[in-house]
C-alpha cells in the first residue's frame, strides 16, 4: 500500500515537471551590441602632452591587452549563456553571424569575443588554438550609418544638437570661466579650446590608469569650485557634453533609430515567417556612440558613458502563441541589469514593443537622408 503512494506522489510530481516545463518560455532569437574594449588614446589628448602615439604599442585608438582580455571574457560569458542550451559548441555560420564596424578596435574586440565565445573544442584535432568565426564589416573608412552613425553627415542632427544642448553649453562655459584661459595657457594653445577640446582633456584617465606621469596642473584644485582639480573639472565637462547628445528622442533617432529598425526588422521577419531558416544570434562590435543612441531611442537615457565592453542584449522568446521581448545590459565583468521597457516590465509583448519603437526608427538609410537634409528641419 505504501509503495502506491509513493508510486502515485512520483507519478504526480513527473506530470507537475512537465507541466511547469511546457509553460516556460522558449528563447528562438538573440541579437546584441557591444562597445570595444579598453583602447589607447585615438590622438594626442592636448597640444603639449608628453605622451605620443610612441608611448603606445600599436598608436593610436588601438585595443590594449587589457581591451581583447575584456572581450574575451564577455564572449566566454556568452559561451556560459547561450553555448549548448541555444547555439552548437561548434561555430555555425547559419546560426550566428557576427558584424563589425570598420574600426580596428571594433574588429578586434569582435575577434577576441569570438575567442572567448568559441574556444578550441577538446574532441577535435586542429593546431589552431581557438575556433575561426568570419567577422563581417562594411569596407574601410565607409560612410556606415548603421555602427558609426556619430560620424554619418547629418546636417539636421548638427542642427538640432547646436538647438537643443546651446543652453548647456552657455552655462558650463559660464559655470566654469576661470578654467578656459587657464587651459589654453598650460596646454600651450594658441587659440580658445573649444568645450569638446576641454572635454577631451579628460581622455588622459586613460594615460593615468597605466599609471603615467601627469603634469601638476592637472590635479590643481579649484577653490571657487569647491575643491575640485582641473581634472575633476574637465571630466565633468566631458560628461556632460558627450550624454547630452543621447538624452534627447530626436538625437537619438537620428543616431541610433536605423539600427533599432534592424533590430525589429529581424524579429518580425522571424515571428512571421516560423519555418523560414534564420539566424539564432545576430551580434554587432561598435563603439560607446553606437550603444547610446539605440539606447535614446528606447527611450532609456543613460546616466553614464557607457564602460568599455558593455553589451546591450536583446533576447526574443515565445510562449503558447505568444512572442516577448527582454532587454539587458551587462557591464563588462558585472552581474547583468535588466532594463525596464517603457509601458512593460522587463518581459513585453513584441507586439507592444514594435508599436512602441517603430515610429522611433528608420526603416531605410533613404528616409534617414531624408530626414538629415530635410529644408524644414529645427
Known sequence: MEWKLYYTLYLLIIKIFYIEAAKKETLIFVTSVWRHGDRSPTKLIYKNDIHTEDTWENGWGQLTEKGKTQLMHLG????????????????????VYIMSSDSERALTSAQAFAFG??????????????????????????????????????????????????????????????????????????????????GDICNVETEIAYNMVQPDWMFQTWNQYKNKTTFDIVCEIKDNFRLSDF???????????????????????????????????????????????????LRMHPNEFVPYATA????????????????????????????????????????????????????SVELLNKECYSESCN
Open 247 to 297: 538624452k534627447n528622442l530626436e538625437l537619438g533617432k537620428l543616431r541610433g533609430g536605423l539600427l533599432l529598425n534592424v533590430w525589429l526588422k529581424n524579429m518580425k521577419q522571424i515571428i512571421e515567417n516560423p519555418n523560414e531558416p534564420h539566424k539564432k544570434m545576430i551580434l554587432y562590435s561598435a563603439h560607446a556612440e553606437t550603444l547610446l543612441p539605440l539606447m535614446s531611442s
Open 76 to 95: 566566454q560569458w556568452f559561451k556560459k549563456r547561450y553555448v549548448n542550451t541555444f547555439v552548437n559548441e561548434t561555430y555555425k555560420s547559419k546560426e
Open 312 to 363: 546591450l542584449v536583446l533576447e526574443l522568446y515565445k510562449y503558447k502563441d505568444e512572442h516577448f521581448v527582454r532587454l539587458f545590459y551587462k557591464v563588462n565583468s558585472h552581474s547583468v541589469k535588466y532594463l525596464e521597457i517603457p509601458k512593460c516590465k522587463s518581459l513585453c509583448r513584441f507586439s507592444t514593443f514594435y508599436k512602441l519603437y517603430y515610429d522611433k526608427s528608420y526603416s
Open 117 to 198: 565565445m568559441y574556444p578550441k573544442l577538446e574532441n577535435v584535432f586542429s593546431e589552431l588554438p581557438a575556433q575561426v568565426v568570419p567577422i563581417h564589416a562594411p569596407s574601410y573608412e565607409s560612410n556606415d550609418p548603421l555602427l558609426k552613425g556619430y560620424k554619418y553627415k547629418c546636417p539636421c542632427y548638427d542642427k538640432k544638437l547646436k538647438r537643443i544642448n546651446n543652453d548647456l553649453y552657455n552655462n558650463l562655459k559660464t559655470k566654469y570661466s576661470d578654467v578656459f584661459p587657464f587651459l589654453k595657457t598650460v596646454t600651450n594653445s594658441k587659440d580658445d579650446l573649444p568645450l569638446k577640446k576641454v
